[in-house]
T-cell receptor
């Protein structure tokens, strides 16, 4: 089955700097890769996603890149703000199968 | 994005009682909903997959008689924790997928405390 690794487990950046979180997956059949942001005591919120036929996707300060050959994808947050502080989860899915989540990255944006 | 509503957000119950958690997809029909459990500072652990009109599929190690799942309509799935014990205290989260495309949206989560 699919296995998703995520690094780093914790990340601290200064406000205004960029943050990068990386995930690797094992199942080459996976074709959908979402990223979720989870604030304390709340459910995960979808922030961006990418499908296997696309190499990069951007939405304002957030971007995701996918390298299918290497089986890894990354979340990039630019101009970080304190409200970006949260736990971020990546996931890899072969459509029709269950989501497999990474272990999460706790991002702290320091003012 | 689509909205998934989960209720209640917090519940405290006495040991031995049962608790029901509801998960509703508000603006789309979800043939499949998922129930997760999350321990502090850990990732989401899939408990079961809830299919409308049929029995739920439970992950290995999850007691189906303890965690009863009902998916009676295309917009509602319920998780009932039966004979709750303190070790059942956790954060429970549901999600629902848009049928075409696999995108999943999560509910707000339910913090269950069994005393």
């Amino acid at each position: 089955g699919e296995n998703v690794e995520q690094h780093p487990s914790t990340l601290s950046v200064q406000e205004g700097d960029s943050a990068v979180i990386k995930c690797t997956y094992s199942d080459s059949a996976s074709n959908y890769f979402p990223w979720y942001k989870q604030e304390l005591g709340k459910g995960p919120q979808l922030i961006i996603d990418i499908r296997s036929n696309v190499g990069e996707k951007k939405d304002q300060r957030i971007a995701v890149t996918l390298n299918k050959t290497a089986k890894h994808f990354s979340l990039h947050i630019t101009e970080t703000q304190p409200e970006d502080s949260a736990v971020y989860f990546c996931a890899a899915i072969n459509y029709g199968q269950n989501f497999v989540f990474g272990p999460g990255t706790r991002l702290s944006v320091l003012p | 994005g689509a909205v998934v509503s989960q209720h209640p957000s917090r519940v405290i119950c006495k040991s031995g009682t049962s608790v029901k958690i509801e998960c509703r997809s508000l603006d789309f029909q979800a043939t499949t909903m998922f129930w997760y459990r999350q321990f502090p500072k850990q990732s989401l652990m899939l408990m079961a997959t809830s299919n409308e009109g049929s029995k739920a599929t439970y992950e290995q190690g999850v007691e189906k008689d303890k965690f009863l799942i009902n998916h009676a309509s295309l917009t509602l799935s319920t998780l009932t924790v039966t004979s709750a014990h303190p070790e059942d205290s956790s954060f429970y989260i549901c999600s629902a997928s848009i049928p075409s495309g696999g995108v999943a949206f999560f509910g707000q989560g339910t913090r269950l405390t069994v005393v």
